[in-house]
């Protein structure tokens, strides 16, 4: 199995190496979605395909109008998977559907939490070397990365979304100095006791920002934070939730860390 790729810095995982447990961790992926009935099946399909001791699925809909909370309730009577859904009725953003999907997780007692987006751009292969790193060296957060070595975006990705992709985390490293080369990835794996320890319950982000502020969180507790190569893909079914607003949140939010830092 490929080893992580990590940069040097305060913030990545080194070398040190643990003990790996007897029992396997209980994981549990938490997937927001909002009208991704199309891809909902195809993820659950491909984390049942992993065969991992343990692994559970925790869909947080926000009231889905396409049927993606009925889709998700129907996954546990067709897939070898433990399938279970956490429906709000407020659509109120990314952020605020992650901090409800991961507190259900830790009060349902996950080791691990991994965050994953619905629209299949994140590879569910990439899971077991991001357990691995969690297990054998002292990160206490891995990343899904698109800018380290080996990492890649999809070559049908519009240019103007590279562009946009790789200014804004050079934006975020300018301000908040994070040594993360991915720092807006949405494809994470923490353990319990990290994601305890940032406060999820005071997290300000609504938007894709809350990325970039559950980073700065864990670089400010002293976490340890590795990168693991993935290629990004773009999604092939459903519509980008990507809104101005969001994109203004995203801006604003690395100045508001810094402030708040300052």
């Known amino acids: 199995m490929p080893r992580a790729r990590c ?3 305060p913030c990545f995982a080194d070398n040190r190496r643990t003990p790996v447990p007897d029992t396997p961790p209980r994981v549990t992926v938490v997937v927001p979605t909002y009208n991704e009935r199309e891809n909902l099946p195809h993820l659950a399909a491909g984390l049942a395909g992993l065969e991992l001791p343990a692994l559970r699925l925790l869909v947080v809909d926000d009231g889905s109008p396409d049927g993606t909370g009925q ?3 129907g996954l546990a009577d067709t ?3 433990r399938v279970d859904v956490l429906h709000r009725t407020a659509k109120d953003g990314l952020g ?3 901090v409800a999907g991961m507190l259900r ?3 349902d007692g996950a080791d691990v939490v991994i965050q994953m987006d619905a629209d299949l751009s994140h590879p569910v292969s990439a899971v077991p070397e991001m357990l691995d790193v969690l297990a ?3 990160a206490a957060v891995v990343l899904g990365s698109r800018y380290v070595a080996g990492g890649s975006v999809a070559e049908d990705w519009a240019w ?14 300018t301000i908040l100095r994070l040594g993360v080369r991915d720092a807006t990835a949405g494809f994470k794996a923490w353990r319990a006791d990290a994601l305890r320890s940032v406060g999820l319950d005071t997290i300000e982000s609504n938007g894709y920002s809350f990325q970039v502020e559950m980073n700065h969180r864990a670089v400010r507790q002293g976490l340890r934070i590795a990168e693991v190569p993935i290629r990004f893909e773009e999604r092939t079914e459903g519509a980008s939730k990507m809104t101005l607003a969001v994109q203004w949140e995203s801006a604003l939010m690395p100045w508001r860390l810094r402030c708040n830092r300052a």
């Open 136 to 138: 054998r060296t002292d």
């Open 79 to 81: 897939l070898p998977l």
């Open 7 to 9: 940069a040097d810095g």
């Open 96 to 98: 605020r559907a992650y």
């Open 160 to 173: 103007h979304r590279k562009l946009l992709s790789r200014g804004a985390n050079r934006y975020v490293d």
């Open 71 to 73: 889709v998700a309730e």
């Open 105 to 107: 997780a830790l009060d």
